[in-house]
């Protein structure tokens, strides 16, 4: 059974760091895309970040590059979200999700929220 389960987020002031974990479980990183995407209120889905099937590349949206870092730990079967310099439009209930193959997305997380506030 596959699931995706995440931790992290809150409420941050602007310039502020934060660590977005998802751990997988059901499913072999190495043959997925594992993905980063947000949805801020009133608006719709936004990839943000993603490493690919086989995990040798990483992508960034341009609206986190230089900001946010994807990584993910095979031994944990954890994916990660390190995000820093963050600003208000960053706010967002911020999603996991696999793909067997690009943009394919067949599971996500359960999502979390992140708030970029003074």
């Known amino acids: 059974q596959v699931q995706l389960v995440q931790s992290g987020g809150g409420l941050v002031q602007p310039g502020g760091s934060l660590r977005l974990s998802c751990a997988a479980s059901?499913?072999?990183?190495?043959?997925?895309?594992v993905y980063w995407v947000r949805q801020a209120p009133g608006k719709g889905l936004e990839w943000i970040s993603a490493?690919?099937?086989?995990?040798?590349?990483?992508y960034y949206a341009d609206s986190v590059k230089g900001r946010f870092t994807i990584s993910m730990d095979n031994a944990k079967n954890t994916l990660y979200l390190q995000m820093d310099s963050l600003k208000s439009e960053d706010t967002a209930v911020y999603y996991c999700?696999?793909?067997?193959?690009?943009?394919?997305?067949?599971?996500w997380g359960q999502g979390t929220q992140v708030t970029v506030s003074s």
């Open positions: 059901g499913f072999t990183f190495s043959r997925n895309w």
């Open positions: 490493i690919n099937s086989g995990g040798k590349s990483t």
């Open positions: 999700a696999k793909a067997p193959s690009r943009y394919a997305y067949d599971y």
